[in-house]
Nanobody
Framework: QVQLVESGGGLVQAGGSLRLSCAAS????????MGWFRQAPGKEREFVAA????????AYADSVKGRFTISRDNAKNTVYLQMNSLKPEDTAVYYC???????????????????WGQGTQVTVSS
């Protein structure tokens, strides 16, 4: 069982930056690929970014490539999402997710995840 707690959301002006964090419980964090997803009001949840258990592979949605960076610190059981050049269309609840994948070398966009956090709100004003 893995519990995930996101933090770092808030209100920011367009063009600004935020860094989201997701703290995971458990001693097997390094066995999990981690992902960030988001859901805007009235829209379906969508994939944002993913990172393999080692951090050696990352994947991004086309809409955030070049602006967002996913990273992880296995010693701290934490995954991050650095969001730069934010746009109003990035406004959403952002969710952290974990996928048990100790043998996965390359992550791809999307996929199935086993555990989810409660989400953190990101609002970008124009």
């Amino acid at each position: 069982q893995v519990q995930l707690v996101e933090s770092g959301g808030g209100l920011v002006q367009a063009g600004g930056s935020l860094r989201l964090s997701c703290a995971a419980s458990g001693r097997t964090f390094s066995s999990y690929a981690m992902g960030w997803f988001r859901q805007a009001p009235g829209k379906e949840r969508e994939f944002v970014a993913a990172i393999s258990w080692s951090g050696g592979s990352t994947a991004y949605a086309d809409s955030v490539k070049g602006r967002f960076t996913i990273s992880r610190d296995n010693a701290k059981n934490t995954v991050y999402l650095q969001m730069n050049s934010l746009k109003p269309e990035d406004t959403a609840v952002y969710y952290c997710a974990a996928d048990y994948a100790p043998y996965t070398i390359v992550v791809v966009p999307g996929g199935e995840y086993d555990y989810w956090g409660q989400g953190t709100q990101v609002t970008v004003s124009s």
